[in-house]
C-alpha cells in the first residue's frame, strides 16, 4: 500500500503565492510520475502540473507562468510553487502518484486533497 501526504493550502488573498507538498510513503518500487490535480466547486477535477521521473514537466495552460512543479526523487515527494494567484484558483488540491510497488504492480495513487483559497 503506497500512501501519499499533503500539506501547504490555505487562504491567501489574490497575488500571493502558497507552496504545497506531497510525501508518498510505503511499499514503493518506483515513482513513475507525480503531479496535482485540482476540483473547484461544481466543476471536474482537472490536471494542474505533473512531473515524471526523469523530470519532464506538464502544466494547464491557465497555470503556465504562475506554478512551478519540482520534484525530490530521494524523499518520493512533489512541490507545487503556486505564485500570481488568483480566485479561480480556488479549489481542492490532490495529490496524484503513478507508482510501481514492491510486488511490481502499478497503480495510481490520490493524496487526501488540501483546499485552496484564493480571496480578499
Known amino acids: 500500500q503506497v500512501q501519499l501526504v499533503e500539506s501547504g493550502g490555505g487562504l491567501v488573498q489574490p497575488g500571493g503565492s502558497l507552496r504545497l507538498s506531497c510525501a508518498a510513503s510505503?511499499?514503493?518500487?518506483?515513482?513513475?510520475?507525480m503531479g496535482w490535480y485540482r476540483q473547484a466547486p461544481g466543476k471536474q477535477r482537472e490536471l494542474v502540473a505533473a512531473?515524471?521521473?526523469?523530470?519532464?514537466?506538464n502544466y494547464a495552460d491557465s497555470v503556465k507562468g504562475r506554478f512551478t512543479i519540482s520534484g525530490d526523487n530521494t524523499k518520493n515527494t512533489v512541490f507545487l510553487q503556486m505564485n500570481s494567484l488568483k480566485p479561480e484558483d480556488t479549489a481542492v488540491y490532490y495529490c496524484?502518484?503513478?507508482?510501481?510497488?514492491?510486488?511490481?504492480?502499478?497503480?495510481?495513487?490520490w493524496g487526501q486533497g488540501t483546499q485552496v483559497t484564493v480571496s480578499s
Open positions: 496524484n502518484a503513478v507508482v510501481t510497488t514492491m510486488t511490481i504492480m502499478t497503480r495510481n495513487y
Open positions: 510505503g511499499s514503493i518500487f518506483r515513482i513513475n510520475t
Open positions: 512531473i515524471t521521473r526523469n523530470s519532464s514537466t
